[in-house]
Each structure stands twice: as C-alpha cells, then as structure tokens.
C-alpha cells in the first residue's frame, strides 16, 4: 500500500508575557540555576518566534501555539485566596510567593509538554489523536492541560479528522509529560509508523528507579496514550529511560535522544537495555520494510554533563523537501567545546544528518527549554492541513504582526519581585485578547467567558 503524501508540522509555542526565572522545575539542572535572575519576556518571545520564521522561510511547515492565561489567578482562587484579582495577587506575594510563581509561569511555552500526537497513518480510526500531558509531576505545569485542550480544539477542529482526547488523571501513577518523551519512525512521514514511547518508572511493575531527580514519565501513562490513540502493539515500542541520567538532569527524553523518520540521534546512556531497544525497533520498523538508523554519541566524546549543559540532543532533527536531513541546535552547543568538536565532525562521518543550524534561544534555555522543547510535532497529510485553523500558519505577514504585538506588550525586564505587581495580569491579558484575533482562536481564555 502506497503512503499518503504527508508532511510533518512543528507547531511552536509562542513564550507568554510573564516568562520569568522561579526556579520551578526540580531536576532540570537549568531551570534550578538560573533561579531568581532577571528575564527578558521581550527578547525570550522574539528568539522563539524568529526559529519559527527561519524554519518556515527554509521550507518547513511551521505553526504556532499561543500562550496560556498567567498569571492563573484560576488557581490562586483554588488554595484560598480571595477578594478580586488585584487583592488576589497581592495576597498570594505576601502569605505564598511559591504559589504565585508557579501561577505565573510561562512553562506552556514548551509546547513538546502540550500533547502526545499519533498520525492519522498509524491511528486505529484514521484521525491525528492529541492527549494533553497532565504534568502531574509539577504545580506550575498540571494547571495547564485543561487550558492547552481548548486551545488544540481551536486549531484542530475538525472532528471528522482530528480528535483530541482529555488529559489521563493527574496523579503521579499516570504521570504524562506528552511528546517530549515520545517520537515516531516511519521511512515517510504519510506511512505507518512505529512510535516511540520513553519511560522514567514503572508505578506497578519493578524496575531500576532514579534516586535523585524524580522521574516524571510512567510506563502506565505511557500505555495509557496508546490505547487512546488506538494504536496496535505491533506499531508500538516502549523503553525505559537510564535512571542514572535522570539524575544527572535529563528529566525528559528529548534531552538525551531525538529522532525522525528512521533516524534516531541519542547518546550511548539514553536507555536502560539500549541495544535491546534499538533490536526492538530495528525489528519492527523492518516488518514494515523501513530501515533504522541509531546514531549513538558515545561518552568519551560527549558527556552526560555536556549534553545537559548544551542541550545537544533537545535539537530538532527535520527532513528537508530533498530529502536531507537538517538538525537545529541552540547556540549553546557551539559553546561547549566537546560539542561543538562532534558537530563539526559530523561532516567528514557518515551520518544521516546533512546539515547543523544553530539558533540563539537563550532565554529559553535558561530555563531548560532548547528547539526540541518549543515545538509540537503534527504529521498532517493535505487534507488535513486543510482542516487546520489557517491562521495558525506561520508566514510573513503572521510573523510581521506577531513581532509589532510583542513589541506593543511586552516587558524587556521580569524580576521575580514584578510578580507582585497587578499591572502585569492587565498587560497579558490584553496582549492575550489581541492575540486570538491574530490567530482566530475565539475566545479559549477563561477571562474571555
């Protein structure tokens, strides 16, 4: 059976007006560093938008996601605090600043954390599935799938072609952190894959488990999206994170492997078992007669710490329109010199990857978030595309009046202190107002209803 023509569409989050540095995320080695610095909300929202603008400019197909309503007052109101929303804030800076920080946080604009996606190719029904991640691991992210569900609902409306699940329990048995601990191989994006599930622990069954960080994704989760989605066991593997990197700050899989049609890019400590996972996948991708390809970065060239540190593998590994394969980095990793030693060899290798571009995304990466983090990936054959909010799109005029709309509302500085102060739920929320008029969302935020 011939694949359908299909493409895949990295669908970026644009950063929100309260990015700022809290500290949040236990065992992101970033994040924890950088806390209590001052942020550019400014300068963080134009890096992301100009990769969105570069990427769709080389060819890619390249959408965007809008930021989520924060401060959430939604959530202030949950643990108590009353009276209106000025009197709210001013509260929660007194008696819990922890509480307004994680109801500040601008975490959504890691939009790899929005959703699992599963292909209408590899879907039991023949529509593209999205699962909101519940974040059940952290405060400042579980608050968020509700609000990412309306938004997905928005954009893939069409329920003849899209279908887009709720988010699994929250609790931490089913803790889901969505695409950034899944990927898919297939020798065209249109054919039926195999996808990729990555795992911290098991909440039932045994296992080796992390002792310093907490794993976030669970093997239950895991399965849990897969039957969602309809997926059969022939069209699925599953595998086990390396405890020991976990606790070494790879608190998601897209820090230490990234892959793409049938290439998976990964360090030599990714998986537990690792040869027995490339077995699995070789096996089963070659019953579809699809080739697999594990480009292995073994430890004596780079290290864990370097890949933590320059967030090699939270690249974005993209087949270009002929056929060669391009992977996007921050900048950071031409600043690690063991890094930056690899890239360059990759020319004189025999690898799949043709081309390494590089991107300052240093905002984000304060806070643990490289070009893997930003994007959601939705493979869409035409007629799906068709069926996507066109606004959506990123192209130049979009591009030219997203950069006038950050410019006319966003701060250029953001303290841990300026979450305090009530003027900034005004300003994002009425950069949030304009926002779905640019994008022709409707109203998706609570303050809109």
């Known amino acids: 059976m011939q694949a359908s023509k299909a493409f895949e569409a990295n669908f970026d989050g644009l950063v929100g007006p309260t990015h700022n540095y809290a500290g949040l995320s236990f065992g992101n080695v970033a994040s924890r560093s950088n806390e209590k610095s001052v942020a550019n909300p400014k300068a963080a929202a134009k890096q992301g938008l100009r990769k969105m603008k570069q990427l769709a400019d080389l060819g890619f ?43 500040s946080s601008a975490s959504a604009m890691w939009t790899a954390n929005a959703a699992t996606v599963s292909p209408s190719a590899d879907t039991e029904d023949g ?56 990927t898919r191989f297939a020798r065209e994006y249109g054919a039926k ?40 066991a022939e069209a699925t593997v599953f595998a086990q994170q390396s405890p020991d990197v976990i606790d070494a700050g790879v608190f998601h899989n897209d820090v230490i492997a990234v892959g793409n049609r ?15 996972v490339y077995d699995e996948l070789r096996a ?32 974005q590994l993209l087949s270009s329109a002929d056929g060669r394969q391009l992977l996007v980095v921050p900048q950071e990793c031409r600043e ?11 020319a004189s ?16 990466m304060k ?34 009046q997203l950069d006038a709309w950050i410019d006319k509302h966003y701060r250029d500085r953001l303290a841990p202190a300026d979450l305090a102060d009530p003027k900034l739920l005004a300003e994002s929320r009425a950069a949030l107002d304009e926002l779905t008029t640019i994008l022709g969302l409707g109203a998706v935020y609570d303050f809109q209803r």
């Open 61 to 103: 197909q390249q959408g965007v996601l809008p930021p989520l309503e924060r401060p959430s007052i939604k959530l202030l109101r949950a643990v108590g605090f009353s009276g209106d929303d000025a009197s709210v804030i001013a509260r929660a800076a007194r008696e819990a600043p922890e509480l307004l920080a994680a109801a």
């Open 127 to 182: 529509r593209v599935h999205f699962t909101p991640a519940n974040l059940a691991a952290k405060l400042h992210r579980a608050i968020e799938h509700g609000e990412t569900r309306r938004t997905l609902c928005a954009i893939f409306a069409d329920e003849a072609r899209f279908r887009v699940h709720h988010a699994l329990p929250g609790t931490p048995a089913l803790g889901d952190e969505g695409a950034a601990n899944h």
């Open 193 to 232: 894959g195999i996808e990729f599930f990555v795992y911290g622990r098991s909440e039932y069954g045994h296992g080796p488990q992390p002792q310093r960080y907490p794993a976030r994704q669970t093997l239950e989760a895991s399965r849990a999206v897969a039957r969602l989605h309809g997926l059969s």
């Open 262 to 276: 049938t290439t998976l890019f990964c360090h030599e400590r990714a998986f537990v078992d690792q040869h027995k």
């Open 284 to 315: 089963k991708l070659g019953a579809q007669g699809t080739p697999f390809d594990a480009l292995e970065v073994p430890d004596s060239e780079v290290s864990v710490a370097d890949a933590v540190s320059s967030y090699l593998f939270n690249s």
């Open 336 to 346: 690690n010199p063991r890094v930056a030693a690899y890239l360059d060899s990759l």
């Open 349 to 364: 290798r025999k690898t799949p990857i043709d081309e390494v571009l590089v991107f300052d995304l240093r905002e984000s």
């Open 367 to 400: 806070n643990g978030g490289g070009p893997a983090c930003l994007r959601l990936r939705v493979v869409l054959d035409d007629a799906e595309r068709a069926a996507v909010n066109p606004r959506a799109w990123m192209n130049d005029a979009l591009f030219t």
